[in-house]
């Protein structure tokens, strides 16, 4: 086997992101309390619509559906679970023993293989019993309190501690209980034909419990032990039970049941008592280390960010040691995003030297499976009772540690079943009007698909791969209803730290739809796989079989490709139509009277000459340049000469190279005289008074220089392009800026560089776009060559390198991060869905070659893209549907790679599901790149009015699914209560706003930017993050690299929570702005500023001073913190009331009114009344 | 029986029928060819384009004929096509050059099974209206 697995660390490695986890968001609810505690006003109608009990009984019907269509799914599919399982398996092991012992330790995971296929069984016996428990819970709760608003489980607890002990006894919800385990059960049996035994038990276990689960909450000791002997004795019986259906369930996977099994699958078996029998008990046994833990409820992200920074020294030194590291083996989390669960599994692989910091740190997030380990390690001792103890006693404490931290209790059950919280959570009914502090304390968390642990450990993260629902409608006439669009957010090229790069002679792909080979697929038999797309059954390829990492032989689910939702492949020569192409550098400047009076030249040289030697590529690696003005000049820099030569040519109606092959030179051997011209250029053209700017025959010139090759072309633009080929003139009417009525001119007035970037995306060559210009330059036709080629394009309105300082730091950080970031060449992505589904849009900057074929001549970091989807066919048939992303490029260093990308996410068939699984943020993403289509081709008035009707139907739609809602009130549900908010801002903002005045040229540009930006930088743009410095304290603070960051908290986009006392960071993404307010605390101002008092602070300040002064370490912490979430550097600026800059930032506050746009709250009743028409 | 004006025109629509069936039929090569990803939008463009403007002036040639001779009736079908032609040569993108199929836009799902039900139909009208041609060149020449 010539196989070899690395670790590949990419070079502009991501400093690790403290992705906040979705459990805080309870924890953000933690803070309404006074609302919630606003007396009977407005709860007393509250319960007419929540206590719905229609819209519980949809929620348990769907419930049960999606329950146990998922084991059906597992049951057919044993290997794929016990995989998954195995993992986990190994990799505690790991943790114990170094890996270099892997071998030896591998009899036992053997036996942890067989036994853990029960236990994943076992594990979704718990979830759905613990899924009853949820639903009965809330309904029990809302029965006997009447208290609706707080139905979801986890806010309970924080704003009524003394509650939720009530409820539960009272008879009323023990009734229910019973009713919800039966009717739950019950059509299981039916559902599963191969494992009746199985099943039939599972509606057996809650039938005896039922009696004792309530007694377990509010009896003492000697209950706990009664129930637990009931528990034992009954986990002993099943266990028979058990070996029959699993045995069955085994048939497939694992045939090697050694008689050695046989003890640890009797312990094995107490599981699934314990997981039934109090329903929280797997979360409860995941929670058994904690108890000496149990950290603060705010202090839980420091937790995680350790393991992280620990995680982290791991894996470097894992990466330069043998390529069978089981460390590489878990992409998902290594690669820094993720949320909390996934960053516990894999701090449970990290090797030897922080294993006992990780394996500290990870247990108190109770992750599903790991911490059920324990529970199975222990089963292997002779007494099988012992594991059902533990498992059972903290299930009886549950209650009451909820009460000590939330935060650890949610995030205990995030392993578990946080796809049951989350769906409660995403339905529970917000009441927009009332309800005003709708933000979370911390950035909106992505929702996590409701799907099993283990698929949801191996699911794409959600940073580079995101769905609009995460439940997708059955048909496409459910889609309809609900109002929603369904698409993908796609960040597929994004810097990660750590991926797993396989190279293997044989890619192993479906034979009739060519998907990848990914974790979702169902391993039939040892030699057989069935595609998760079009369900063709394939053989598994011979070299297949032999897993490098545990050099093993005969355990294909256990390869790297079907461990990682994301990995690289390194191609062969069959993915090649050429031999890899250099990477290839042209810069095309314009050197006109404008452009040197902007005095971009000097900066562009600079960091050209100090990132000379960063540019991605090898030995090969190209690089030329052009300049124009009225004429064309280009440089021969042939190795050999004494200096750079420039040849004119003035021909510009037909342009000619003058010296083809020795324009664009090897970067290594001319590396001298390059640096000579880059010395020289900025004042090469000091004293021109040029001011024609003949662009259109450059980037002709440029086309034929760089068409035998493919590469980058870099197009630095100060003004309209005014001679030659596609000259445009001024379109833009000054007086028209602020119009309410109609934008014109937001399409391109000429093909020409459409035309051009065709061509150019034909040759495998890229046009990216620096527009520096401080009048109209008509970037709407300009954007065309980079839009159709792949390019990127930054705009820096009224660029002047000294007039404009914080233009000018922002060009060259961008500049730094341009000319240093990774680059893939000549590449395509294909995307792929389940049969059924269907693309039917793409947006994005790149050429559509096929239906669902992207053509991208280069490919950048940032570039991200939507696509959007209809359903073709119903999906009745299946449970899951799975899209995969392949992105096949040539690295700037020669290597044929794909990296492939996996999303597997649920099928539901109820309404309400569909409206608990929206990804509010997804939602808005794909509705912005859809409303600048329609400005384009209709009319910005339209997209307006879709955007707003988008809102309205969707969340009319849900009002009319929840009937007993009263019409009078705005309802959403609680996965989408930021919908209108976002949608606002998205009206608010520059590429759509009306009545505000807005250059087309701003306008044009931010519209490029949301079709091309990855979600988490749009969001950014969209809903800047507004947060207080001026009293940053500790608490709550996480630590990064030994650094303290504060996190204050998110605030309103209001001009309500600016004082005058205190000091504002508002985050833009591109963008920092600092606002003091006029009575700022002075210490504030001197420690942090460094300026004694408010009046003296400069009105262009874009920098804070280092201080040692507590709060200014602070603030500097808080903001480098932000800064290492993104690649742009955003450039800072200080605004002061005075400040002629301050109006940018009082337009972002997008919940107060303005001249021409509504407030939220006046928004809010506008769509109240679109709704009630 | 005599050779009349409109008995000439039906005569010659009747061979420019057969034309525009071709050239339907070729279109709807071209995009089926495109959707099962054997042709590259930008290649598909060129012979299509190419095609795009003789159609629509084949078709205009048809209205003026039968306005002349005074064939209501036909002129009366052939006119909401006539509309539509050239509604679609008016709202195409930026330059006239690249008529109703833009490569990049081609691809789009919607544009393409757009620009694929469009050829049927309008193979379905050509081969009703050559056959409705036939029968009025006959009826005229027989009638008169």
Not at chain 1, 135 to 141: A, D, G, L, R
Not at chain 1, 714 to 722: D, I, K, R
Not at chain 1, 926 to 942: C, F, P
Not at chain 2, 56 to 74: K, N, P, R, V
């Amino acid at each position: 086997m010539s196989e070899t697995f690395k670790k590949q660390v990419n070079k502009s490695a991501e400093v690790p992101r403290p992705v906040r986890s979705p459990m805080q968001f309870p924890a953000g609810y933690g803070l309404h309390p006074p609302n919630y505690s606003v007396p009977s006003g407005h709860y007393s109608q509250v319960p007419n619509k929540a206590v719905s009990p229609h819209l519980d009984n949809q929620y348990r019907a769907s419930y049960h559906s999606t329950y146990y269509s998922a084991p059906a799914q597992n049951v057919m599919t044993p290997p794929v679970g016990t995989n998954m399982l195995n993992t986990q398996e190994s990799q505690q092991l790991y943790n114990k023993t170094s890996p270099q012992t892997a071998e030896s330790t591998e009899g036992l995971i053997r036996g942890a293989v067989s036994s853990a296929s029960y236990l994943h069984t076992s594990a979704q016996q718990s979830y759905s019993a613990f899924g009853n428990h949820y639903s009965t819970s809330v309904s029990s709760s809302v029965a006997s309190q009447g208290f609706p608003l707080n139905s979801d489980h986890y806010t309970m607890p924080v704003v009524s501690s003394a509650m939720y002990p009530v409820s539960y006894p009272s008879a009323a919800s023990d009734s229910v209980y019973g009713q919800a385990y039966i009717s739950q059960s019950l059509p299981g049996v039916g559902q599963f034909k191969q494992t009746s035994a199985f099943s039939s038990q599972s509606t057996a276990v809650p039938h005896s419990l039922q009696q004792h689960v309530p007694v377990g909450y509010n009896s003492t000791l000697p209950a706990i032990s009664s129930a637990q002997s009931v528990q034992d004795s009954l986990s002993r019986n099943l266990s028979g039970l058990l070996a029959k259906t699993n045995n069955q369930i085994n048939t497939g996977g694992i045939d090697s049941l050694q008689p050695a099994q046989s003890v640890s699958q009797k312990a094995q078996y107490t599981k699934p008592g314990v997981g039934t029998s109090v329903s929280s008990a797997a979360v409860s046994s995941g929670r058994t280390p904690t108890p000496g833990l149990s950290p603060e409820p705010r202090s839980t992200p420091s937790v995680t960010q350790s393991p992280e920074s620990a995680l982290q020294k791991a894996i470097d030194s894992s990466s330069t040691t043998s390529s069978a590291s089981p460390v590489l083996n878990n992409y998902d989390a290594l690669e820094g995003g993720g949320y909390p669960e996934t960053r516990s599994v894999t701090s449970s692989p990290v090797p030897a030297p922080s294993v006992p910091q990780t394996s500290k740190t990870s247990k108190p997030f109770g992750y599903g499976y790991p911490a059920l380990q324990p529970g199975y390690q222990n089963a292997t001792s002779p007494d099988p009772v012992q594991p059902s103890n533990s498992g059972h006693h903290p299930g009886l404490q549950h209650y009451p540690q909820q009460y000590t931290g939330v935060n650890q209790l949610s995030s205990s059950l995030g392993g578990l079943s946080l796809q049951h919280s989350q769906q409660p959570e995403g339905l529970r009914p917000v009441n927009l009007t009332q309800d005003r502090n709708i933000l979370p304390v911390s950035s909106v968390p992505a929702p996590v698909p409701n799907l099993n642990s283990d698929l949801r450990k191996l699911n794409c993260s959600p940073d580079s791969f995101r769905c609009t629902l995460t439940n997708i409608p059955q048909t496409q006439a459910l889609l309809n209803k609900a109002k929603l669009p369904l698409g993908l957010l796609l960040h597929p090229f994004r810097d990660l730290t750590q991926l797993p790069v396989i190279t293997s002679s044989t890619i192993v792909r479906c034979r009739s739809c060519r998907t990848y080979i990914n974790p979702f697929v169902s391993f039939i038999d040892q030699r057989r796989w069935k595609c998760n797309l079009c369900y063709r059954v394939n053989d598994v390829p011979e070299e297949f079989m032999y897993n490098p990492l545990t050099r093993s032989y005969g355990e294909p689910h256990k390869r790297p490709e079907v461990q990682n939702s994301t990995v690289e492949f390194i191609a062969s020569s069959d993915y090649m139509l050429r031999p890899p192409q250099p990477a290839v550098y042209l810069f095309v400047l314009d050197v006109s009277h404008n452009a040197v009076e902007a005095g971009y030249l000097t900066i562009v040289c600079q960091s050209l000459l100090e990132n000379l030697d960063k540019l991605p590529g090898d030995s090969r690696t190209r690089i030329g340049f052009i300049t124009f003005d009225s004429t064309v000049q280009f440089y021969n820099l042939q190795e050999g000469l004494s200096q750079p030569q420039m040849l004119i040519v003035s021909d510009i109606d037909d342009i000619f190279l003058p010296t083809p092959d020795s324009l664009l030179v090897n970067l290594h051997e001319s590396k001298e005289l390059i640096k000579d011209l880059l010395s020289a250029l900025p004042n090469m053209f000091t004293n021109t008074r040029e001011t024609y700017s003949a662009l259109g025959p450059a980037l002709q010139a440029a086309f034929k220089l760089m068409s035998p090759t493919g590469g980058r072309i870099s197009v630095f633009q100060t003004q309209l392009p005014s001679l030659g080929a596609g000259l445009l003139h001024s379109r833009e009417d000054p007086n028209q800026r602020s119009s309410t009525k109609v934008v014109q001119h937001l399409g391109p007035a000429t093909d020409f560089y459409k035309k051009l970037a065709l061509d150019c995306s034909g040759q495998q060559t890229a046009v990216d776009l620096f527009l520096l210009s401080s009048q109209y330059s008509d970037l709407a036709s300009l954007a065309c060559m980079s839009k159709y080629s792949a390019g990127c394009i930054y705009y820096y309105p009224s660029f002047h390198h000294s007039h404009n300082p914080a233009q000018a730091e922002k060009f060259q950080k961008d500049l730094k991060r341009y000319l240093t970031r990774k680059i893939g060449f000549e590449a395509v992505m294909r995307i792929r869905c389940t049969k059924g589904l269907s693309i039917h849009t793409f947006h994005g900057n790149f050429f559509v070659r096929s239906t669902d074929l992207l053509s991208l001549a280069n490919v950048n970091p940032d570039a991200g893209f939507a696509v959007q989807m209809s359903i073709e066919e119903s999906l009745t048939d299946t449970s899951l549907v799975c899209f995969q992303t392949a992105l096949l490029y040539t690295s700037s260093k020669g290597e044929r790679r794909i990296r492939v990308h996996t999303l597997c996410l649920p099928v539901v068939n109820s309404l309400a599901d569909v409206y608990a699984g929206a990804d509010v943020q997804a939602v808005v993403c794909l509705l912005a790149n859809m409303a600048v289509d329609r400005s384009v081709s209709s009319s910005l008035a339209d997209a307006r009015d879709a955007l707003v009707n988008a809102v309205v139907d969707s969340l009319a739609a849900y009002m009319s699914t929840a009937s007993n809602l009263q019409q009078s009130m705005l309802v959403a549900p609680n996965s989408l209560r930021l919908f209108p908010l976002y949608v606002l801002a998205l009206l608010k903002q520059k590429a759509f706003r009306t009545g505000t005045s807005t250059r087309l040229d701003d306008r044009v540009y931010a519209m490029c930017q949301m079709k091309s930006q990855p979600l988490v930088h749009l969001m950014k743009m969209i809903h800047p993050n507004l947060y207080r410095i001026d009293k940053l304290i500790d608490e709550s603070a996480i630590h990064v690299n030994d650094k303290v960051v504060p996190q204050p908290p998110l605030q309103k986009l209001s001009a309500e929570k600016l004082t005058r006392e205190g000091a504002f960071l508002m985050d833009c993404g591109s963008v920092f702005y600092i606002w003091i307010g006029k009575n700022c605390d002075n210490n504030f101002i001197k420690d942090v500023l460094g300026y004694p008092n408010y009046a003296s602070v400069p009105l262009k300040m874009t920098q804070l001073p280092e201080a040692d002064a507590l709060s200014s370490e602070r603030t500097r912490s808080f903001i480098s913190w932000l800064k290492d979430s993104r690649p742009l550097s955003p450039v800072l600026q200080v605004i002061k009331d005075e400040n002629p800059a301050k109006t940018d930032f009082f337009q972002h506050l997008i919940e107060d009114r303005t001249e021409a746009a509504f407030s939220y709250y006046e928004f809010l009743l506008h769509i109240q009344q679109q709704i009630c028409k | 029986m005599a050779f009349t004006f409109a008995a000439f025109c039906y005569m010659l629509s009747l061979v420019l029928c057969a034309a525009l069936i071709f050239f339907a039929i070729w279109h709807i090569i071209a995009f089926d060819e495109l959707r099962t990803d054997f042709k590259s939008p930008i290649d598909q463009s060129n012979p299509v384009h190419a095609l795009v403007l003789p159609e629509y002036s084949i078709h205009s040639l048809f209205c003026i004929m039968f306005l002349c001779a005074q064939e209501w009736l036909t002129l009366g079908l052939n006119v909401p096509l006539l509309f539509y032609h050239f509604w679609r040569y008016f709202h195409c993108p930026a330059d006239s050059s690249e008529l109703a199929y833009d490569p990049p836009a081609v691809m789009n799902a919607d544009t393409l099974s757009y620009c694929q039900k469009e050829a049927w139909c309008k193979l379905a009208f050509y081969l009703l209206s050559f056959f409705y041609y036939l029968y009025c060149m006959i009826y005229t020449l027989v009638s008169s």
